[in-house]
């Protein structure tokens, strides 16, 4: 066990936080197995030393909470026993530090569950010991990180309850070891007794029946069924704005088709009018052309009438001129008479000139 003169810092953490890269990196111990999985590699707390700034440092590397083949009941046990036995051996912790990935936010299920029972297991009184620390920050980007930290940070449900209590929050990047070393200087060399060890050490509580073990599960289990509540209800109001966003949808479709069937019934309308006003026009200019053909007909009839009217004219006054010429002319040596015909121009004496002569009693009462 550490003696007094040392300063004894409990490394803890989720399985693959980097609890063991960490200490490497203050210890410089290479046979340190370093893992990358969900399963712990550090099976049992584990004592590891370091001196810096003329402080040597007992760190203690425990197995990680959430390893896939030990339960957390195990491993809770485990540390607490040896807290327990460390306490009556006389050593006293200056600081406990918790380890958890930058990249790695979300802090859910088993995660929160683990805080929370470290939470208990550290008590209200030594939470002002405790340092968290985030680590792989060479797998994020720098502002990521930063936004990931200050969540992490400012949460209540994370570590803003303990940081409230004087928990501070520190960076461990293992691509620069001094990171590591740059933690120690947060600690000092004075003590704080954990909840845990008070319970067991003084209450004469078993290790199973402390808060850390029996944390309150009740509450965990409220806060996680308020959470489902508060899931459902968000689903609910989600469920209900998609109900009234396709409602909103539909009264829009529907206004749109109506829209559509008025315009339809619009442009039926007009075309229906177009249709009438072209067959008005149709029968004005069908009227018309009757009217014309009846005017062409009358004005046909009219010609006809006035032509055959100038046909008997001229028929009438060709017939009286030739009864005048019958009257004016004979043969030669004979005269014209209607009951007697001419042997040799048989009456038509205009046909042969040459034949007839001016009637000579016509002659004479013409000159």
């Given amino acids: 066990m550490a003696g007094g003169s040392e300063i004894t810092v409990a490394v803890m953490g989720m399985t693959g936080a980097g ?10 111990n290479e046979s340190i197995v370093i893992g990358n999985g969900l399963e712990s590699d550090t099976q049992t707390v584990t004592e590891y030393r370091c001196r810096y700034g003329g402080k040597m440092y007992v760190l203690l590397d425990t197995p990680g909470f959430g390893d896939t083949y030990r339960s957390n009941d195990d491993i809770v046990d485990e540390v607490l026993q040896w807290l327990a036995s460390s306490y009556r051996a006389g050593t006293r912790l200056s600081s406990v530090i918790y380890l958890h990935p930058i990249n790695d936010v ?15 297991l550290c008590g209200e009184d030594a939470l002002k010991k405790v340092l968290f620390v985030s680590t792989f920050w060479d797998t994020v980007e720098e502002a990521l990180g930063a936004r990931n930290e200050e969540q992490l940070r400012s949460k209540d449900e994370f570590w803003g309850r303990m940081v409230k209590k004087g928990s501070k929050v520190r960076r461990y990047n293992r691509d620069d070891p001094l990171s590591a070393f740059a933690i120690l200087n947060d600690i000092d060399d004075s003590h704080c007794v954990l909840r845990a060890q008070e319970e067991i050490v003084i209450d004469g509580k078993d290790p199973r029946q402390t808060e850390a ?19 459902e209800e968000l689903a609910k109001r989600l469920l209900e704005e998609q109900h009234r966003a396709a409602r909103e949808q539909a009264r829009r479709i529907r206004e749109q088709h109506q829209q559509w069937l008025r315009a339809q019934e619009k442009e039926a309308k007009r075309k229906k009018e177009r249709l009438k006003a072209e067959e008005r026009r149709e029968e004005e200019r069908a009227r018309e052309h009757r009217e ?9 009839e009219t010609r006809e009438v006035i032509l055959a009217a100038i046909v008997a004219a001229q028929e009438e006054e060709e017939e009286r001129m030739q009864e005048a010429y019958y009257r004016d002319y004979a043969c030669i040596g004979r005269e014209v008479s209607r009951d007697y015909d001419c042997d040799r121009c048989n009456t038509v004496i205009h046909y042969w000139d040459h034949y007839y002569r001016k009637h000579p009693s016509r002659a004479r009462l013409t000159a």
């Fill in 292 to 300: 014309f053909c009846e005017r062409m007909r009358q004005e046909a």
């Fill in 106 to 120: 979300r802090m859910q299920g088993s995660a929160r569950e683990n805080l929370e029972m470290f939470r208990k």
């Fill in 19 to 28: 609890k063991s890269s960490f200490i490497e990196a203050l210890t410089l």
């Fill in 213 to 231: 073990a029996t944390f309150n599960i009740a509450a965990m289990q409220a806060e996680m069924e308020a959470r489902i509540r508060e899931e």
